[in-house]
């Protein structure tokens, strides 16, 4: 079961800033870093979660995650072409993927992922998106289609955004800007982690 509060955070640092403090799902979306680099903060990104049982994700780095013996690669569209789908299985590695409209989330469940994310659901500054806003009421469409598996929000959540998204059919609720961009980022963590624990 996959806690329902769910940061992404640009470095390892924010990793040993955010476990700690009782985060138990993060998602290490790194950008533009060489090989090694990347690799240097899997593994000590797994070295800061294992003593917690905190769940790391790696995004995009699937090559990186299975030799480096992480748990979750989350996969966006162009990524699933890439991805060598077989080889994360045989290294029992579970896939999240991103999907922003019905044809993503075909080609999405084809792969039978672990979890499945739905976005942007409100607006967001952080990434120039071809897609406008899901809004929390296509969740609930969304949850029909994906069964059994959690469905992830993301896009443009404060907490109050994220409570409706829980209440509207999400199982858990993605964050980066709330949280990244918090004057008190370990502070805003337990807000939010307080606040969705209490829903399930």
């Known amino acids: 079961m996959l806690d329902p509060f769910y940061p992404v955070v640009p ?19 790194i950008k533009e870093q060489p090989d090694a680099e990347v690799r240097r903060q899997l593994r000590e990104a797994k070295s800061v979660c294992a003593p917690y049982d905190a769940q790391l994700v790696v995004n995009d780095y699937w090559q990186a995650a299975i030799d480096e013996g992480c748990d979750y690669v989350h996969l966006g569209q162009e990524d699933l072409l890439a991805a060598d789908v077989k080889a ?39 990434k120039q998106m071809p ?28 907490l109050d955004r994220a409570l409706l998204c829980l209440e509207s059919g999400a199982d858990i609720v993605s964050v980066v800007g709330d949280i990244v961009n918090h004057v008190d980022p370990v502070g805003q963590a337990r807000v939010w982690l307080a606040a969705t624990r209490r829903l399930v």
């Open 11 to 29: 470095d390892v640092g924010w990793v040993t800033r955010l476990v700690p403090a009782g985060v138990k799902l993060v998602q290490l979306r």
């Open 88 to 126: 994360l299985r045989r290294a029992g590695i579970r896939i999240g993927v991103s999907t922003h409209d019905y044809a993503e989330l075909k080609k999405g469940l084809a792969i039978d992922p672990d979890y499945v994310a739905l976005g942007p659901i409100y607006p967001t500054k952080l």
């Open 131 to 158: 897609w406008a806003p899901q809004g929390p009421a296509r969740l609930t469409e969304w949850k029909k289609l994906v069964g059994d598996r959690p469905l992830v929000a993301i896009g443009g959540l404060k």
